[in-house]
């Protein structure tokens, strides 16, 4: 059947609802610049509002000490120095103008009696700088940032999938889509692209994220246009997702059930941190408390389902009610436990993506004229291990950055040249998967690269398994040139699913090559071969099919951060 193909013009396309793209379009909107946002996922539902801890900024409200220079500090030592010393800059100097802007937006922060706003602590963090609303913050966050969209009337598309940018003459020009619920093909031309599409944890079997979000999409849309991939392989496992029920296999357990007091025991019934780090127990690091857990999975120890037992049973039921209504809401919902006297099966999940689409730190603008990539979409302030509560403000620090960067962009443009065959190309490409009716299941063929990246390239990788992933997905690619698609009445979830698997193989090949390149032990990435930091290693690395993985020095830390890199004291505060 011939469908219809709608034709839209912007300054500014933002692809991606979630808090960066939000905040990207906020700025543009305030600047009166056009901008569209479209999004595959309604807007009220995405991946920021999932977050649950808070979000960090040097306010100094409860530690007068606290420093810009400091969060720097700390958040470049907890990235095992990978993270990029002037991103981490940018970010700690912009995080009090973030929260004013939230603050500006109408969000409630908690307050102190005095009416500062309350900070708590995160781990690694040397002073007291998060701040937080409940255990909603994400939510709290993603709820402001809609609202003040809404009046800017900031025009949004919530049901597009994107699936290819134009590009001509290394530059973009805009992008292609189709509509999820009928099919209607979007052409939207624009002079600036702002990629804030999110990660890649979807590729992994038990995953924080929900089904059709974080497949790599960003990854892929950013390398078919010309751009690169940096640090790919390192990805934080959450040390506690629920295994049960499938569906849901994954969904977070916040940390905070192991801040108030929860303990970690095997189905040995022995509180197995004692092994890993005696001292800090179950506030240790969250790439420790990780390996920690998957070790004794692997070695025998683990429940029934494969997983470790999480334990607040012991805590005052008013504690529990207080300090974790959204953990016991979930576990009631989705497994009828109650948590104030049953223990949680959980194990380690793949959480979030901490390398990303290659930016530069002033701008994230990309190797591609006009590309833009934010959000858990980009890559360079994390590193080997993320500051909990980093990647909040990272969303409204370099939205706003972003935004005034598209802006300027598209003003300086004096013609924008575009490319009909680059146009054909992305409209052949959605009919030829349209008119596939090989016998391969698209979702079948989805679940056996995240059992590929599970069994090979999850807490703990090494040459062996990490060649045999590749071998795998190299036979799953050919499998991928056979498939049927079938959008039915229920809409055309089958093409973008198509799609989704496009970018899930990218975005795995991506992974394995860069972890079997990384020989070496550091942060999230552990190679039981490599078990050993290798300073060699303290370089970025930079994928695109093109290249294969090359090796990217990382600038030097300025001597005003290095000095505040101390070791940071863990007592009682929760390490993440």
């Known amino acids: 059947m011939a469908l219809t193909e709608q034709r839209l013009a912007t300054s500014v396309l933002v692809i991606g609802t979630g808090g960066s793209g939000l905040r990207a379009s906020i700025e543009l909107a305030e600047a009166g610049v056009d901008v569209l946002a479209v999004g595959k996922r309604p807007k009220e539902d995405t991946h920021t509002s999932l977050a649950a801890g808070g979000i960090n900024a040097a306010l100094a409200t409860m530690d007068p000490e606290d420093s810009w220079q400091q969060h720097a500090a700390d958040t470049l030592k907890e990235s095992y120095l990978l993270g990029d010393p002037r991103t981490a800059e940018i970010v700690a100097q912009g995080a009090a103008l973030g929260i004013d802007d939230l603050e500006r937006y109408g969000m409630a922060f908690a307050r102190e009696e005095d009416g500062r706003i309350s900070q708590r602590f995160f781990g690694a963090h040397t002073f007291r700088r998060t701040a937080f609303a409940g255990d909603y913050t994400g939510l709290e966050i993603q709820r402001a940032l809609i609202r003040r969209a809404g009046q800017l009337n900031i025009p949004m598309l919530d049901t597009v999938y994107i699936t290819r940018l134009l590009v001509h003459d290394g530059a973009v020009f805009g992008a292609y889509g189709f509509d999820l619920n009928n099919g209607t093909r979007y052409l939207i031309h624009a002079d600036a692209v702002v990629l804030a599409a999110g990660g890649h944890t979807r590729i992994w079997r038990r995953t924080s994220s929900r089904r059709d979000e974080n497949t790599g999409d960003s990854f892929r849309l950013a390398v078919e246009a010309g751009a690169r991939l940096r640090d790919p392989e390192l990805v934080q496992f959450h040390p506690s997702g629920i295994i049960e029920p499938e569906n849901a296999a994954g969904t977070l357990v916040s940390e905070a059930a192991r801040g108030e007091g929860g303990v970690l025991r095997n189905a040995l019934g022995e509180r197995y941190m004692s092994r890993y780090d005696p001292e800090r127990m179950e506030l240790s690091t969250r790439d420790r408390v990780a390996l920690a857990s998957y070790t004794e999975i692997k070695e025998g120890r683990g429940t029934p389902n494969g997983g470790v037992w999480l334990d607040v049973s012991h805590l005052p039921r008013q504690t529990i009610m207080a300090r974790l209504p959204r953990v016991y809401q979930t576990l009631l919902e989705l497994q009828m436990l109650d948590i104030t006297r049953e223990p949680i099966e959980v194990a380690p999940t793949a959480h979030y993506s901490m390398g990303g689409v290659w930016v530069r730190p002033e701008d994230h603008s990309t190797d591609v004229r006009g590309l833009y990539a934010i959000g ?44 009909a065959a680059a146009a054909a190309e992305a409209r052949a490409e959605v009919d030829e998967l349209l008119a596939a009716d090989g016998p391969e299941n698209v979702r079948a063929l989805q679940r056996a690269i ?42 055309f979830q089958d093409l973008a699913h198509a799609f989704d698997l496009k970018s899930a193989a990218l975005a795995a090949r991506a992974t394995l090559e860069a972890a079997l390149e990384r020989r070496e032990t550091r942060g999230c990435h552990n190679r039981s071969d490599f078990p050993e930091m290798d300073p060699a290693f303290r370089v970025n690395l930079v994928w695109s099919p093109k290249t294969g993985v090359t090796h990217e020095s990382i600038p030097a830390i300025p001597e005003g951060i290095a000095v505040l890199m101390a070791e940071v004291s863990s007592e009682g505060k929760l390490v993440e």
């Open 376 to 419: 858990e979409a980009s890559s360079g302030l994390h590193g080997a291990n993320r500051l909990g509560g980093n990647s909040l403000i990272e969303l409204l620090v370099y939205g706003r950055i972003t935004g005034r960067a598209a802006a300027a962009y598209s003003d300086a443009l004096t013609a924008q040249p575009r490319s």
């Open 450 to 491: 995240r059992n590929t990246m599970t069994e090979h390239a999850g807490v703990v990788r090494d040459d062996q398994g990490l060649r045999a992933g590749l071998a795998e997905l190299d036979l799953i690619e050919k499998r991928m040139e056979n498939v049927g698609v079938h959008p039915d009445i229920a809409g």
